[in-house]
């Protein structure tokens, strides 16, 4: 996958016409996710790491490592397989995929090692290529659906740099799926029906679905025929979809055309999200190839996928959609158990270790904390708080406070916990209500 979705155009005045300014907390809107990350302690940054480069705090940390394991899940049930490559490559590598001609601007120089020149990689795509490559492949084994949670990296100036939204270093959702021609538009179909799944279960609403395609200069690979024939290609993708789109030229990667699924900050600046492509380029370049029914070698097509983008650029999005609010699946902590009193510390511990079993992400907040109401107003971004005094304490009961406001009668604790982990477990964006996963 090409950097572009942490950047929706090739050049780095375009890439920043709807991006955020120098990273600064001056004139931001109270939902800006650079002021929430501060205050809720989910991202920070810090000038010796350098700028671009934020660090994630245990809250942060939290949301992140939910929201990776939320999209493998998701693509495991799609059939993709989970690989793990390096986040550097011979500077060759990129030569031949054609990033180091068309995309060096965006890339950090090499280093050199010996003999050798090495180059923080601008992809996964290459990688993956070469993953492909090292085995043989039947038409039998096709569409191999490949996919990483991996490290890239940007050249980004200073000047564009902005908390999660833009950054030099980025965690990609990517996936390459290698097909049979005849297999790309139902493999992009599908790759972009996994997108809107993943989206409405996000709370994710996209403004606008734009079909990328070539401009002038000399920013994109020469091969005519391969260009009219992918971009052909993703209009039926996007006409079979039933979604309406635009079309906007001097957006594609520059191999091939794609589909960007536009969103927008709390602040209304558009930019990329996920992204759906059509590359004939880089399979003839690598010589991919896989054996036909004919007992012959014929071409792959590789289509790439982002179903999240960037794992900072969709947090950063959520963060401001829910102003640190997170639905109870995703939330840093999901329930905090409150005891009136010390002597109902020790149910409260053991109430915790329970939502560890569960794999409940949970906290004591006791008396020592402050008052009942001042730990309720602290909490207040918590979707569940239990309040344990001396009779539930006896009972194993819990007194639920739902973040919405509502308040439940007191029920059995093992009852709570349990519903509370099956609506986490099935991603639900309600609090209590029985709903089907998602």
């Not at 280093?111 to 070469?130: D, N």
């Not at 908390?163 to 493999?187: K, M, S, Y």
Request: glycine share 8%; aromatic share 8%; charged share 25%.
């Amino acid at each position: 996958m090409n950097a572009h979705v942490n950047a929706p155009a090739n050049s780095r005045a375009n890439s920043a016409a709807h991006d955020r300014p120098q990273d600064h907390d001056a004139h931001v809107h109270p939902h800006d996710h650079r002021r929430l990350g501060r205050e809720l302690d989910l991202f920070d940054t810090d000038p010796l790491m350098g700028s671009g480069l934020p660090y994630w705090l245990p809250g942060g940390a939290a949301v992140r490592h939910t929201l990776e394991e939320f999209i493998r899940g998701r693509e495991r049930r799609a059939g993709y397989r989970h690989v793990y490559s390096p986040v550097l490559g011979k500077r060759e590598l990129y030569e031949i995929s054609g990033h180091w001609a068309h995309y060096r601007d965006d890339m950090y120089p090499p280093m050199r090692l010996g003999s050798e020149e090495m180059v923080l990689r601008p992809s996964l795509c290459p990688h993956h290529a070469l993953i492909y490559r090292s085995r043989s492949h039947s038409y039998r084994e096709l569409p191999l659906r490949m996919a990483e949670l991996g490290g890239m990296y940007r050249s980004e100036l200073s000047g564009v740099l902005g908390g999660l939204t833009r950054v030099r270093a980025i965690q990609l959702n990517d996936a390459h799926v290698f097909c049979t021609p005849e297999q790309a538009a139902d493999e992009a179909v599908a790759a972009l029906e996994l997108i809107r799944e993943a989206h409405r279960a996000l709370g994710i609403v996209p403004v606008r679905y734009r079909l990328s395609l070539p401009g002038e200069g000399g920013k994109y690979v020469a091969d005519p025929a391969l260009w009219e024939r992918a971009v052909a290609l993703l209009t039926e993708v996007l006409e079979r979809s039933g979604v309406p789109f635009e079309a906007a030229e001097g957006e594609a990667a520059f191999y091939g055309p794609k589909i960007d699924v536009q969103i927008a900050d709390g602040a209304g600046r558009e930019f990329t999200l996920s992204t759906v492509q059509i590359d004939f380029h880089q399979p003839e370049r690598f010589g991919l190839h896989y054996i036909g029914p004919d007992g012959a070698k014929h071409r792959p097509v590789m289509v790439h996928r982002s179903v999240i983008g960037s794992v900072e650029r969709v947090v950063a999005y959520l963060i401001e959609r829910y102003a640190g609010a997170f639905p109870a699946w995703l939330a840093p902590t999901q329930i905090v158990f409150l005891p009136i009193s010390e002597a109902e510390l020790p149910q409260a511990e053991r109430l915790r270790e329970r939502c560890f079993d569960l794999g409940l992400r949970a906290e004591v907040a006791g008396p020592e904390h402050g008052s009942l109401g001042a730990r309720i107003r602290e909490a207040r971004l918590v979707p569940y708080q239990a309040v344990i005094g001396a009779k539930e304490a006896v009972d194993e009961r819990v007194a639920l406070r739902l973040r919405d406001g509502r308040r439940l009668d007191p029920l059995p604790a093992e009852e709570a916990l349990v519903r509370i982990g099956a609506l986490a477990a099935a991603c639900s964006g309600e609090l209590w209500e029985d709903v089907p996963g998602c």
